[in-house]
């Protein structure tokens, strides 16, 4: 698997040395270069008065010399008719930082494969510096978006359709300031050029150090706030904007922010957020959000947040998608490979929310489901650069947590678990087999209640685990409610599972049998336990191995058995009168003879 992660990462290196991305020039005419032709309900940001040009390159072969503004590329020369006044931004591509600050720098001329800036340098790199050329489209951004704002009168919702190529910003592009708003009407959606060139967008420092320097949105946030007068008064529905098709870099740069404050990179409520790349990006300071519901009810696919740095401190801490507030949040097909990013997806806020399809490889943590509902579907988790994070958490809240589909969860650090449900109140249903922990004994820690529906053996016994461990479909148990010990041969009468049934509700009642002690010196011989559960409906009694219920597994014991030998575990619907109890009662057979020590069992039992 080290080779994989390697490989990856070597392909996100080559991405900023091929010559592939030379300048790109747009084809003529504003609608083919339009990500969705559309003139009805589209804004052309490459049209008068906005200008958009996405003429911006990016190469990984600059040098800069310390108190020189003279900036020179081993690969590229400079065109003199058109890149005077361009925005130049040059990265340190060891450290992050920017040897020509955080300000904007333009080109006053240039000539060869030399450009004159208009700042000096603050130190040297010899042709290993990340740099991008282009005509700053963040000004631009921001009219045209509030023309999709402000031109929604009446019910004009518009559509930025945005140029193919590449577009650097000095400032947040696309930002909703107004105090009010009618969210029928204002709706405009972010649309990048659907082919293979795409749509890039090339942050610069300024965007945090000068504009967002107490935190807030670096990319998108929608439409949001109170109502103007007169404003259909439907909250939840947030004019269900979509942001598509983009690509967002800081090209390794450690993008500036403030201790202690909040960023995020694109934030959408009741709305969609599809095919959008996050890279070569960390913040310097405070903690990144790269994709935000704060209010619920979004839907996230096909994003890619890859080579998300820790920031020149080294601890920088980014969640790569935060759900949290009503109705269900789903997140899909989507890949997270980054050590910076931990977790990979956050729920908070009692929030309902299916994963799904989520390739999450080096990551600092998987998925944190603090309260509410997940359903985690055929997902691959890896962990491996963290302390103590885990491919799933609780986060030590009461959760609900489904997770189907036979998903990869390991955790590459030794004595941590990749399954981490610490508040008791807690159910995980798991469907899966492919749990992998660094060390023995460390699959699940916690003490919620894990109703494994797979038969997992986790490898050895769950010896971190001190919650309930329900074995429905097979295997040994852990902690799961069981009997006393008893000797094969001898019986247990009446036991309840339930002793009163308040009648409200449907059981469903797991039980099986397993051997807890070896006998020593036993003959051959097929030694069993069984048994039936009993209860009353409907004043008749009811019974396994009766009236069309199945009969309870069979425990066979050859001589002196095998410690951790079980029975395959039952699972029996139960509706019992009001008032009665729900009880099971064992047979069992000694066939062997001569044991010096007889083999015992208990019944493993529950009910949910």
Known sequence: ???????????????????????????????????????????????????????????????????????????INCNAATDVGKLLIAVNASTGAYPYGTGLVTVLSCNGNAWTLSANAG???????????????????????QAAITTAYPGQGKQLALPCGIILVS???????????????????????????????????????????????????????????????????GGNQTVQHIQITGITGNIPGTA????SVVN????????????GFSVSAGTAILAQASAGEAKFSRLNFQSIGLGSAGAGNYTGVALTGQGVNAVSDSVFQSAGIRPAVSVTGGANSKISGLYCSL?????????????????????????????????????????????????QI???????????????DLSGTNVVSATAGFNVTGTAQLNDRAGNTFSSALTQFTGKYV??????????????????????????????????????????????????????????????????????????????????????????????TSSAYSSIPVHADVNTAISFTTTSTLASTGCGTVPQYVVDYSNI
């Open 471 to 564: 074995p429905i479909g097979g295997g040994s148990a852990a902690t799961n409610t069981a009997s006393a010990a008893t000797n094969v041969g001898s019986v247990l009468t009446g036991v309840n599972v339930v002793a009163a049934s308040p009648g409200t509700a449907t059981y469903d009642v797991k039980i099986g049998f397993r051997q807890v002690t070896a006998g020593v010196g036993c003959s051959a011989g097929s030694n069993t336990v069984n048994g039936v559960l009993s209860w009353t409906a409907g004043g008749a009694a009811q019974a396994t191995g009766s009236n069309g219920v199945p009969a309870l597994g069979t425990l066979t014991i050859s001589a002196n058995g095998t410690v951790g």
């Open 1 to 75: 698997m080290k080779t994989k992660y390697l490989l990856i990462g070597a392909l996100v290196g080559l991405f900023w040395a091929l010559p592939s991305h030379a300048q790109y020039t747009p084809p003529s005419g504003s609608s083919s270069s339009s990500g969705n032709p559309g003139p009805a309900n589209r804004i052309d940001p490459t049209a008068s008065p906005y200008n958009i040009k996405a003429d911006g390159y990016v190469f990984a072969d600059g040098t800069t010399t310390n108190t020189s503004p003279t900036f020179s590329s081993a690969s």
């Open 260 to 263: 202690g404050k909040t960023y």
């Open 268 to 279: 959408q409520n009741f709305g969609i957020v599809d095919d959008v790349s996050i890279f």
């Open 414 to 428: 030794a004595s941590f678990a990749p399954i981490q449900i610490t508040n008791a109140a807690t159910v995980m």
């Open 171 to 237: 400032v947040p592009p696309f930002q909703f300031t107004a105090t009010n708003n009618n969210i029928w009407n204002y709706r405009p959606d972010i649309t990048g050029c659907n082919n293979s060139t795409g749509t890039i967008f090339v942050l610069h420092p300024n965007v945090s150090a000068a504009v967002l320097a107490n935190g807030g949105n670096i990319f998108y946030n929608q439409p949001g706030g109170g109502q103007i007068a007169g404003a259909l008064q439907y909250n939840g529905n």
């Open 363 to 411: 990551c600092g943590s998987g998925i944190v489901a603090a309260g509410g509902s997940t359903t985690i579907i055929g997902s691959s988790i890896l962990i491996s650069n963290a302390s103590s994070g885990a491919a799933i958490s609780d986060n030590g809240t009461a959760t609900t947590l489904y997770v189907f589909g036979n998903p990869l969860l390991q955790e």
């Open 123 to 145: 130190q040297s790199i010899a042709g290993t510096a990340n740099w991008a050329l282009g005509t700053d489209g963040g000004p631009g951004l921001v009219s045209a978006y």
